[in-house]
């Protein structure tokens, strides 16, 4: 009876390692995808700062205030100035995350 109880233990220890095994392995998997939800959560703050640039300039375009005689002239300036705007924000969407990147942050 004794050889029977040390083959039980020895299978009962077996098995906490296993399970033991496991517990790291899903923790580790949570670990990554919780990274890869930080990492997607800084890129779209990131988005969200760089249109919140173009929105303030939609925004004092949109307001009934005196508009500046260079954008009164013709319709095509007024474009010309949103698609800078939009490129501008696109570049520092672009610039932050490029510094990110060799910060080793993302």
């Known amino acids: 009876m004794h050889g029977c109880e040390?083959?039980?233990a020895m299978h009962l220890f077996g098995a906490a390692e296993y399970i033991q095994d496991t517990e790291e392995y899903i923790n580790?998997?949570?670990?990554?995808s919780r990274n890869r939800l930080i990492r997607l959560?800084?890129?779209?703050?990131?988005?969200?700062?760089?249109?919140?640039m173009y929105?303030?300039?939609?925004?004092?375009?949109?307001?009934?205030?005196?508009?500046?005689?260079?954008?009164?002239?013709?319709?095509?300036k007024f474009w010309i100035l949103?698609?800078?705007?939009l490129a501008f924000?696109?570049?520092?969407?672009?610039?932050?995350?490029?510094?990110?990147?060799q910060k080793r942050l993302m």
């Open 28 to 32: 580790i998997e949570l670990d990554s």
């Open 82 to 85: 949103n698609g800078s705007v």
């Open 89 to 101: 924000c696109f570049l520092v969407f672009y610039l932050i995350i490029l510094c990110l990147k």
């Open 55 to 76: 929105s303030l300039v939609a925004g004092v375009l949109g307001e009934n205030l005196v508009i500046p005689t260079f954008l009164a002239d013709a319709v095509s």
């Open 41 to 52: 959560e800084v890129v779209i703050n990131t988005a969200t700062f760089s249109i919140a």
């Open 6 to 8: 040390v083959l039980i």
